[in-house]
Structure formats: C-alpha cells, structure tokens
C-alpha cells in the first residue's frame, strides 16, 4: 500500500485578486493530493494590506509563527491600487512591500527562482516575434539577500548619495550551488551575469562562481556574460538560454525584463528558498481593477504550487502532473486575458479535469548490488 504523506502549508490569500487566484490554486491542490499520495494541510493566514486592516501590521506575529512551522508557504498577490491610498500613506515600517521584505527574511530565503516559459499556441502575445519568443524556457536565480540593497553603508543626505554593493564568499557559492542544482534538472547549463569589466564586486562574483563549477559541478556547462550584453540576448534570442544566475540587482532588472516575454505577468510563478521554508508566489500585483469579478488569471499562482510541490515539498511527480495539466488546459482554451473564453472557475475546473486519476510513486531506489 502506498505510505501517504502530511504536508502542512501556510496560505497567504493576499489582497484583492489575492484571495481569488489562491481559491482556484488550492482547489486543483485538494484535488489533486489523494491522487498523489499526500495530505495537504492548508492552514489560511492574515498577510498584507487586509492583515494590516484587521491587525494593524502587514505582516502579523501569528501569521510569522505559523509560516516557520509550515514546511512551505504559498501566497497570493497583495497591496493596493497606486496613488493616494490609505496603504500608500503608511510609514515605511507599515507598507505592504515592507511586509514582504519581513517575511522572506523571517523565512531566511536567499535565492529567488523565476522561471520565465513561453507556452505553446501562446506565443502571439509576446512584444517579441513569435518565431524569437517560441521556444522560451528559461530560469533566472537571483540572489535575494546581499548585494548593494542590504550593503552599507548606505546614505542619502543632501550632497551624497552612498549605496554598497558587497558580496562574502559564502553568499556567492551558495547561490551558484542553487543555479548548477537546477541547471542539472533541465538543460545543464548556466549563464552566470554580473559587470566583471567594470566592479570589482563582479569580478569576486565571477571568480566564486568559477570555482564552484571546477570544484563541484564539472558537468555542468558555464558561461559568462556582462549584464549589458545579457539583456540584450534575452531579447534577442530568449530560447537560447536555461539557467541565468546573478546578482541581486541585476537579477532584480533581467527577471522583470524577462517577464514581458511570454506576454502576461499572469502566466509567471516564483519561488524564495535557502531556509527551512520556501515561500512561492505569483509575481503579478493585486489587480484591483479586476477584483471580485470573476476573471482573474490564476496560472502564475497554479505553476507557483508546482514550483512548491517539488522545491518545498519533494513531491516532484505530483509537480510534473500539475504543470502538464496547467499546459493542457491553456492549449485547449486560456483565460479571457489571453485571448481565451474562460474565467477563474471555468479555467479551474478545465485544469482539475486535466489531472491524472493517479500519480505513480517515485521508483524506489534500486538495492545495492
């Protein structure tokens, strides 16, 4: 008989499509789980702009207590519309990203992963030809926690401006383990990005990166290039590259760049990991211009759970089946922001249906001769 395994995750609903597209993903998740061998123990927890309502903080101390005894922690999209909203006037220690920043350091997550696909049939939506944005495939792992945003000093007065960008070698072999560990799983090979040519910051970088492909991943393909040049093939040629991985700052600017590729910042998941809880997310905002209407595209936050189910939760068959029936269900007929008829439910419903009746164990690993 096949053992069954508990997994119990923290949900962050979010604010305004937040609630929506968590609905939808935790649906497939419900239904998904018996058929793979796992009880999923979704515990829903106040986080973000109706946390800070409700509680007075974004990010509230039970909502931190129950993601660190979580084994991972899926969340929506929060915040508020731009412009002149009560959010938007909070002090700098209240606002919604700040809660954000709160709960990936709480959670101890250093590197982002943001894979950026072009889908098949989808390709017209791209601001790329369809012929050069076909094919796309791509992961960028950006390091999240050093860098010139956490360097110091830092100082802003009135007649210097001051930011750091610093890197410890243990930060560096870290990140690039993360990028070589992926690039193992997909098309073994890394393009590491940084301004050698210029910082000496970069060059340590390169020089690290270096020497933990020599040393532990010889197998893995490694290129270089600078980050110039990088955002310049990723628009030129976007399906040339598997797994980028860099910098804080540059990976901040190239994961955004990347992202207009596919044509919908609803398609893209993300995932934070490095501590004991990964946190995964869709990386679109809160919409409330569509809010409560039905309509939103819950497909960065479905592929965000597959993202979970294999990097937070080991659950890679589960992750695969979810992914393929995501894929199916947008070949067969997308979401209406895609040019598609569906909305939320209907494309819910169309993915479910989809799954596998069963998801076959993983082959247990063969005795030694």
Excluded at 4 to 15: F, Q, S, W
Excluded at 43 to 51: R, V
Excluded at 267 to 282: I, Y
Aim: proline share 7%; with cysteine.
């Amino acid at each position: 008989m096949r053992a069954v395994t508990t997994h119990r995750v923290a949900v962050l609903p979010g604010d305004f499509i937040g609630p929506e597209v968590i609905d939808a993903t935790v649906a497939t998740l419900e239904a998904l789980a018996p058929r793979a061998g796992m009880v999923l123990e979704l515990t829903p927890l106040p986080f973000g702009g109706g946390a800070y309502d409700a509680h007075g903080h974004p990010l509230p101390e039970a909502t931190k207590a129950a993601c660190s005894a979580s084994d991972a922690v899926l969340m929506g999209s929060v915040g508020g519309p731009v412009g002149d909203h009560p959010w938007n006037r909070l002090p700098r220690e209240l606002r919604i990203e700040s809660g954000i920043l709160g709960l990936r350091k709480h959670l101890g997550v250093f590197a982002n992963l943001r894979p950026v696909t072009v889908f098949p049939g989808l390709e017209h939506l791209s601001p790329l030809k369809a012929e050069v944005a076909s094919g796309t495939d791509m992961l960028i792992v950006r390091e999240l926690t050093g860098g010139i945003y956490f360097g110091k000093p830092s100082q802003n007065t009135p007649e210097r401006g001051v930011s750091t960008d610093v890197y410890e070698r243990f930060e560096v072999e870290r990140i690039a383990r993360v990028a070589f560990e992926a690039a193992r799983q997909r098309g073994g090979r890394v393009t590491s990005v940084d301004k050698a040519n210029v910082l000496d910051v970069s060059q340590f970088w390169r020089d690290v990166v270096i020497k933990v492909h020599e040393d532990e991943y010889p197998d893995v393909a490694l290129d270089h290039l600078y980050v110039d040049n990088a955002a310049m093939q990723i628009v030129r040629q976007p399906a040339s590259f598997d797994v980028i991985v860099t910098a804080n700052l540059f990976g901040d600017i190239l994961s955004d760049l990347a992202a207009v590729i596919p044509g919908s910042l609803g398609l893209l998941p993300s995932a934070s990991l490095g501590g004991d809880v990964g946190l995964f997310e869709p990386i679109h905002g809160s919409a409330p211009d569509i809010a409560g209407q039905g309509i939103a595209n819950p497909v960065g936050t479905m592929l965000s759970a597959a993202l979970m189910l294999r990097h937070g939760l080991g659950e890679g068959a589960a992750a695969d089946a979810l992914e393929t029936a995501v894929r199916t269900a947008l070949a067969d007929d997308p979401t209406r922001d895609l040019g598609g008829s569906r909305a939320t439910a209907a494309f819910t419903d169309a993915v479910i249906e989809a799954l596998p009746r069963e998801i076959a164990a993983p082959a247990a690993p063969a005795a030694p001769a």
